[in-house]
C-alpha cells in the first residue's frame, strides 16, 4: 500500500480536535427534534442511554472543466440530544462538529487534489478514471452510566490495489464532557495501562498459536508494543477492547484485530463500568439504515422518482416507441434491477414499483418506458440530514428522519417516518422515502 493512499486516515488521526468551519457541519443544540420531558432521578439519569441522532452530510465534487465527478464524500456523526443544555453534552456535539470540519477540509484540500492528479493520469493513460470516495461513518459501543463510548470507522478508495480502512474511537465521561484516557479506565500511569494492554493482547494472540485462528506476522511480539496508539480502545457492554489497525499486527485481510478485557477481570479499576445489554442488534440496523437511506436516495433521484435510469433511444423511432433498453453497469439485466427493489423494500413495496409500468422484463432485459418520464419539482435537501431508531425490536424498528425542504417558497425543517422490517436476515424498508 502506498503512502501517498492513506493520507487521509493518518490525517484524520492527528486532526481529531481541529475545526476548519466549513459549511456541512455544526452544532445545534435546538432542532425540529422532539426533547424528553420529566422528572428523573440522579440514579435514573446515570442509567438512562442518551439519545444520540446521527447527522449525515454527502457531497459530490465535481471537475471543474468538464462537470465530471471527482471525488464522493459521505460523513456520518453522532449527535446527542441535548433538551437540557447540559454542559457536558454540549462539549461532545462540540468535539464532533470540529471532526467533522476536519474531515471535509482534509478531503477538499489534499484528496481533491490528489483526484486531479489520478484523472489527468488516466485520461493521458487512455483508461477509465473512477472517482475517489471518502467515507466515515459511527457506531455506538457503549451508552449509558454517563459513559460513552463510540467508534468511527473510516474509509477511502482512491485507486489503489484496494480501499484503505481504519477504526478512530473516543470515550467521553457525559457529565464533564472530558475525553476518557486508557489510563482513566485501567488505572495506573499511561505507561502502566500500556503494559497491561501488551500483556493481555500477547497473551491471547498466545492462545491461538497452531491454530487456524492464528493471522498475525512473524514477528507480532514486537508489533504489539511498537504498532499500538493508545487512543485505540472502546468501551463495549461488558469489556474494554482494544484494536490494531490493519497491517499493524497481521495481514489485511484480517481486518481490526480486536481484543477484549472484561470488566470482571480489571483489577481494582479506576472507573466503576456496569455491564449494559449487548446492543449488537442497534449497532447492526444503525449500519444497514445508512446503507439502505443510500440505496432509497437512488431508487428515488435515479429510477423511480425524479428521473428515470438512462436508456439507449435512436435518434430516429416511431412515434409508438417507447420501450428501450437500459444502459447502467449496475443493471446488466432485469434479474439485477429486482434484486436492488427487494433488496431495499418490503415485499409490498417492491410488488408496486417492479409493476408501475416504468420498467419492463424483455427476455431477461432491463427496459424502461420513456413515456412514464415525468420530472416533479423537488426540494428536500438529502445532502444534510439527521436521523434516529426508536422501538427496536428483533423484527421492526421505526425510523426519524431530520432534514429541511428548501422549496423557492422558503426553507422549512420537515420530519419523516417509515417503518423498518427484518425479512430473513436482512433489513428493509417499508416504503420509499420521499
Given at each position: 500500500?502506498?503512502k501517498?493512499?492513506?493520507?487521509?486516515?493518518k490525517s484524520l488521526i492527528?486532526?481529531?480536535m481541529?475545526g476548519?468551519i466549513l459549511?456541512?457541519?455544526?452544532?445545534?443544540?435546538?432542532?425540529n427534534?422532539?426533547s424528553?420531558?420529566?422528572?428523573?432521578?440522579?440514579q435514573?439519569?446515570a442509567?438512562t442511554a442518551?439519545?444520540i441522532e446521527?447527522k449525515?452530510?454527502?457531497e459530490?465534487?465535481?471537475?471543474?472543466?468538464?462537470?465530471?465527478v471527482?471525488?464522493?464524500?459521505?460523513?456520518?456523526?453522532?449527535?446527542i440530544?441535548?433538551?437540557?443544555?447540559?454542559?457536558?453534552?454540549?462539549?461532545?456535539n462540540?468535539?464532533?462538529s470540529?471532526?467533522?470540519?476536519s474531515f471535509l477540509?482534509?478531503?477538499?484540500?489534499d484528496?481533491l487534489?490528489m483526484?486531479?492528479?489520478?484523472k489527468?493520469?488516466?485520461?493521458?493513460?487512455?483508461?477509465?478514471?473512477r472517482?475517489?470516495a471518502y467515507?466515515r461513518?459511527?457506531e455506538?459501543?457503549?451508552?449509558?452510566?454517563?459513559l460513552l463510548s463510540?467508534?468511527n470507522?473510516?474509509?477511502?478508495?482512491?485507486?489503489g490495489?484496494h480501499p484503505n480502512?481504519?477504526?478512530?474511537?473516543e470515550?467521553?465521561?457525559?457529565?464533564?464532557?472530558?475525553r476518557l484516557?486508557?489510563a482513566?479506565?485501567?488505572?495506573?500511569?499511561?505507561?502502566?495501562a500500556?503494559?497491561?494492554?501488551?500483556?493481555?493482547?500477547?497473551?491471547k494472540i498466545k492462545?491461538t498459536?497452531?491454530?487456524e485462528?492464528?493471522?498475525?506476522?512473524e514477528?507480532?511480539?514486537?508489533?504489539?508494543?511498537r504498532?499500538?496508539?493508545?487512543?485505540?480502545?472502546?468501551?463495549t457492554?461488558n469489556?474494554?477492547m482494544?484494536?490494531?489497525?490493519?497491517y499493524a499486527?497481521?495481514a489485511?485481510?484480517?481486518g481490526?484485530p480486536?481484543?477484549d478485557?472484561p470488566?470482571s477481570q480489571?483489577?481494582t479499576?479506576?472507573?466503576n463500568?456496569?455491564?449494559?445489554p449487548?446492543s449488537?442488534?442497534?449497532?447492526?440496523l444503525?449500519?444497514?439504515?445508512?446503507y439502505?437511506?443510500?440505496?432509497?436516495k437512488?431508487a428515488?433521484?435515479?429510477?423511480?422518482?425524479l428521473?428515470?435510469?438512462?436508456m439507449?433511444?435512436?435518434?430516429?423511432r416511431?412515434?409508438?416507441?417507447?420501450l428501450?433498453?437500459?444502459?447502467d453497469?449496475r443493471?446488466?439485466?432485469?434479474?439485477?434491477?429486482?434484486?436492488?427493489?427487494?433488496?431495499?423494500y418490503i415485499?409490498?413495496?417492491a410488488?408496486?414499483?417492479?409493476?408501475n409500468?416504468?420498467?419492463q422484463?424483455?427476455?431477461?432485459k432491463?427496459y424502461?418506458?420513456i413515456?412514464k418520464?415525468?420530472?416533479?419539482?423537488?426540494?428536500?435537501n438529502w445532502n444534510?440530514y439527521?436521523?434516529?431508531?426508536?422501538?427496536?425490536?428483533?423484527t421492526s424498528?421505526k425510523?426519524?428522519?431530520?432534514?429541511?425542504?428548501?422549496?423557492?417558497?422558503?426553507?422549512?425543517?420537515?420530519?419523516i417516518?417509515?417503518?423498518?422490517?427484518?425479512v430473513?436476515?436482512?433489513?428493509?424498508?417499508?416504503k420509499?422515502v420521499e
Amino acid at each position: 500500500m502506498g503512502k501517498t493512499r492513506i493520507f487521509l486516515l493518518k490525517s484524520l488521526i492527528g486532526l481529531l480536535m481541529l475545526g476548519l468551519i466549513l459549511t456541512g457541519c455544526g452544532t445545534k443544540e435546538a432542532n425540529n427534534q422532539p426533547s424528553s420531558s420529566g422528572d428523573t432521578s440522579q440514579q435514573d439519569r446515570a442509567m438512562t442511554a442518551l439519545v444520540i441522532e446521527r447527522k449525515v452530510h454527502t457531497e459530490a465534487y465535481r471537475d471543474d472543466q468538464d462537470g465530471s465527478v471527482l471525488l464522493y464524500l459521505k460523513i456520518t456523526y453522532p449527535e446527542i440530544r441535548n433538551p437540557e443544555n447540559n454542559p457536558g453534552i454540549s462539549k461532545i456535539n462540540e468535539y464532533y462538529s470540529k471532526q467533522c470540519d476536519s474531515f471535509l477540509g482534509n478531503a477538499l484540500g489534499d484528496g481533491l487534489e490528489m483526484a486531479r492528479a489520478d484523472k489527468e493520469v488516466a485520461l493521458s493513460g487512455g483508461f477509465e478514471f473512477r472517482p475517489h470516495a471518502y467515507e466515515r461513518s459511527t457506531e455506538i459501543y457503549y451508552n449509558g452510566n454517563d459513559l460513552l463510548s463510540v467508534v468511527n470507522l473510516v474509509y477511502e478508495n482512491t485507486g489503489g490495489a484496494h480501499p484503505n480502512s481504519g477504526w478512530l474511537s473516543e470515550t467521553f465521561d457525559v457529565k464533564t464532557g472530558m475525553r476518557l484516557t486508557l489510563a482513566d479506565i485501567l488505572g495506573g500511569s499511561s505507561e502502566e495501562a500500556l503494559e497491561k494492554v501488551y500483556q493481555t493482547v500477547l497473551a491471547k494472540i498466545k492462545e491461538t498459536e497452531g491454530t487456524e485462528n492464528f493471522v498475525y506476522q512473524e514477528n507480532y511480539a514486537d508489533n504489539v508494543r511498537r504498532s499500538y496508539s493508545e487512543d485505540d480502545f472502546v468501551l463495549t457492554s461488558n469489556s474494554l477492547m482494544v484494536y490494531y489497525q490493519p497491517y499493524a499486527i497481521a495481514a489485511y485481510v484480517a481486518g481490526i484485530p480486536k481484543f477484549d478485557l472484561p470488566y470482571s477481570q480489571m483489577k481494582t479499576p479506576p472507573l466503576n463500568i456496569p455491564t449494559l445489554p449487548n446492543s449488537q442488534l442497534e449497532r447492526d440496523l444503525y449500519s444497514q439504515v445508512g446503507y439502505l437511506l443510500e440505496r432509497n436516495k437512488e431508487a428515488f433521484y435515479e429510477i423511480f422518482g425524479l428521473s428515470m435510469l438512462p436508456m439507449d433511444i435512436p435518434e430516429k423511432r416511431g412515434d409508438n416507441e417507447v420501450l428501450f433498453p437500459v444502459i447502467d453497469r449496475r443493471f446488466v439485466n432485469y434479474a439485477d434491477f429486482e434484486q436492488f427493489v427487494r433488496g431495499t423494500y418490503i415485499r409490498s413495496e417492491a410488488d408496486l414499483l417492479l409493476s408501475n409500468g416504468k420498467y419492463q422484463n424483455v427476455e431477461g432485459k432491463l427496459y424502461g418506458d420513456i413515456s412514464k418520464d415525468a420530472g416533479l419539482g423537488y426540494y428536500v435537501n438529502w445532502n444534510d440530514y439527521s436521523y434516529v431508531l426508536e422501538t427496536i425490536n428483533e423484527t421492526s424498528a421505526k425510523l426519524t428522519i431530520f432534514t429541511t425542504d428548501d422549496s423557492p417558497a422558503g426553507k422549512k425543517n420537515m420530519t419523516i417516518t417509515v417503518g423498518l422490517q427484518e425479512v430473513n436476515g436482512v433489513w428493509l424498508l417499508e416504503k420509499v422515502v420521499e
